[in-house]
């Protein structure tokens, strides 16, 4: 089945220490998000590609990078996790045929 | 501003009981409006979605939503509540477009008592 996946499911990291998350797709979708969740708060998009264009969120810190080094894969990196950079971090597609995101399963931050 | 606001927080329902999640956006422009479904620990789901034409959509699981433009709203509605619908539910609102980024509500948490 077409999906969309994300690696590692459950991640934890010492506070400072870099940590790159990981997305892939077997949609052949052209558009890829990141976003941020909080518990119990809605996602928070953080940066999106339109193919390898880059569109950070103005919000977004300098902390949240993004690599896209094809059509299938993204990687979210933060280079320096704080304690309020744990959070469920979700991987969303969406072909510029149509307008609704497919989201992968996430991946659970903890900092420790 | 562009917003999304879904009033409940938490809805507790019965099983076999009808089921109303409310939705209202504030939106500029035609909107286009999902509904999102999340289980603990997992990532969202695609109800259903609206774009333009028949205001009442038929989504997964047995979901529908009506868009009413007069209400600003975009309500979830199922007849028959399952054990398995306990999860939380976004309403999101987006501008179509090239980039189409989203506009999350704050979700409503969803209890089935059995």
Known sequence: DAMVIQNPRYQVTQFGKPVTLSC????????????????????????????????????????????????????????????????????????DRSYEQYFGPGTRLTVT | A?????PDIHITVSEGASLELRCNYSYGATPYLFWYVQSPGQGLQ??????????????????????KRSHSSFNLRKPSVHWSDAAEYFCAVG????????????????????
Request: proline letters at 5%; one cysteine or more.
């Open chain 1, 24 to 95: 892939s797709q077997t949609l052949n979708h052209n558009v890829m998000y990141w976003y941020q969740q909080k518990s119990s708060q809605a996602p928070k998009l953080l940066f999106h590609y339109y193919d390898k264009d880059f569109n950070n969120e103005a919000d977004t810190p300098d902390n949240f990078q993004s690599r896209r080094p094809n059509t299938s894969f993204c990687f979210l990196d933060i280079r320096s996790p704080g304690l309020g950079d744990a959070a469920m971090y979700l991987c969303a597609t969406r072909s």
């Open chain 2, 2 to 6: 562009q917003s999304v606001t879904q």
């Open chain 2, 46 to 67: 695609l109800l259903l979605k609206y774009f333009s034409g028949d205001t009442l959509v038929q989504g997964i699981k047995g979901f529908e939503a009506e868009f």
């Open chain 2, 95 to 114: 501008p179509g477009g090239a980039t189409n980024k989203l506009i999350f509500g704050t979700g409503t948490l969803l209890a089935v008592q059995p």
